[in-house]
């Protein structure tokens, strides 16, 4: 399986910041590279598909980037609402595979 | 708009067995298949397996092979996940999540496992 490691687990930031969260894939995984946004008791919401696709009707703050083994999420100017955990799924090769979270809370 | 609704919490004892469900709404749905996927408390998501809507054939990752069963009320466009012969282990938020690349998600079903 292809092993996804995220960082940083935990990432402190204010209102206005620009924060960068990173996972890094075992191996290739060709773009395959999603993004989510998890608040307590509510569904994961898929942010970002395929690297840098913006899902339909969340706000441009939000980008992807990266290539072959290295992805990136940036958040340019945070908000309030965006505090909460996000986390990167592959889904190049079977089975899909999650990053471990990051936490992101208010400074 | 495309939904994913669960079921509600549970409380288990362990050996006993628990099904859960995934109804969905706002698309066809046989069109795409639906996902599985497990989060026990301060762990990271673990892929279970997924259930081709259309055949009703499911896929199991290594993990979840035995005591774990992906079905359909397709007449219902729901999906159910039983787990059998519970273990504490079992004891997490299972979702479900739309094929699609994992485009759409319920939100989740807390599993508590414990005598």
């Known amino acids: 399986d292809i092993q996804m490691t995220q960082s940083p687990s935990f990432l402190s930031a204010s209102v206005g910041d620009r924060v960068t969260i990173n996972c890094k894939a075992s191996?290739?995984?060709?773009?395959?590279l999603n993004w989510y946004q998890q608040k307590l008791g509510e569904a994961p919401k898929r942010l970002i598909y395929?690297?840098?696709n913006l899902q339909t009707g969340i706000p441009s703050r939000f980008s992807g980037s990266g290539s072959g083994t290295d992805y990136t999420l940036t958040i340019s100017s945070l908000q309030p609402e965006d505090f909460a955990t996000y986390f990167c799924?592959?889904?190049?090769?079977?089975?899909?595979?999650f990053g471990s979270g990051t936490k992101l809370e208010i400074k | 708009q495309i939904q994913l609704v669960q079921s509600g919490p549970e409380l288990k004892k362990p050996g006993e067995s628990v099904k859960i469900s995934c109804k969905a709404s706002?698309?066809?749905?046989?069109?795409?298949?639906m996902h599985w996927v497990k989060q026990a408390p301060g762990k990271g998501l673990k892929w279970m397996g997924w259930?081709?809507?259309?055949?009703?054939?499911?896929t199991y990752a290594d993990d979840f092979k035995g005591r774990f069963v992906f079905s359909l009320e397709a007449s219902a466009s729901t999906a159910n996940l039983q787990i059998s012969n519970l273990k504490n282990e079992d004891t997490a938020t299972y979702f479900c999540?739309?094929?699609?690349?994992?485009?759409?998600w319920g939100q989740g079903v807390m599993v508590t496992v414990s005598s």
């Open positions: 999540a739309r094929e699609g690349a994992f485009d759409y």
């Open positions: 706002g698309y066809t749905f046989t069109d795409y298949a």
């Open positions: 259930i081709n809507t259309y055949t009703g054939k499911p």
């Open positions: 191996q290739n995984i060709n773009k395959y």
């Open positions: 395929n690297t840098n």
């Open positions: 799924l592959q889904h190049n090769s079977f089975p899909g595979t």
